[in-house]
């Protein structure tokens, strides 16, 4: 039987919304189509934090690795969606409880029924840090979320990418989970070689399991 997919990528565009003070996307054609010019060819500016992406060590640690020098192992395979619509400002252990058992190395939360795409949601809800404790001690190594960072926009100690980094964890961040039922999965979300750079974006997608 055919795999289902599902597109877990917000749409990226001039219009999509970015954290308050980051590049927002944008994008100039160098080359278009027309006399003596056979090929459309464009330039694009914008943050590696716009749309789905993956967070480097290097963004929450002056020390830690660029993107480029990350291992994809974590990007890929067996993942668990959990459901915590609703949940409030932080995703507690108490949020996640009901789908702790058999849990798989990966694990995206889906805490919007839907995701805002037409502004940046200053109250985004986020990873309590005692939240990404009990993920690690239960074996995860990738945490994901569709909003767009694991900690509130107004933190300025980042507790839950200071656990992350404390405990070795890789994380996705803004994706789109409005279609996507709680249950496994698999998940390709792989970040792009960029030698130097804090965060990648990622083109995301779930496919079922056979």
Known sequence: MKKQLWDISPPVH????????????????????????????????????????????????????????VSLEAFLGPCRVIHAIGCGPLVKPEHLAHAWAGLPERVLVRVYDRQPQDRFDDALPAFAPETVEQLADLGVKLIGIDSASIDPASSKTLDSHQTIRRRGLRVLENLLLDDVPEGD??????????????????????????
């Not at 010019?37 to 749309?51: D, E, L, Q």
């Not at 070689?193 to 990648?200: F, H, I, M, R, Y």
């Open 14 to 69: 001039a219009g999509a919304p970015v954290f308050p003070g980051d590049t927002a996307y944008s994008q100039q054609w160098a080359a278009t189509i027309g006399p003596g010019c056979p090929v459309n060819v464009s330039a694009i500016t914008m943050s590696p934090h716009v749309g789905a992406h993956a967070d480097a060590p290097l963004h929450y640690d002056a020390d830690g690795a660029p993107i480029g020098e």
């Open 185 to 210: 999965y698999e998940l390709i979300a792989l970040p792009l070689k960029l030698t130097t750079a804090d965060a990648s974006p990622v083109r995301a997608v779930l496919r079922s399991l056979p």
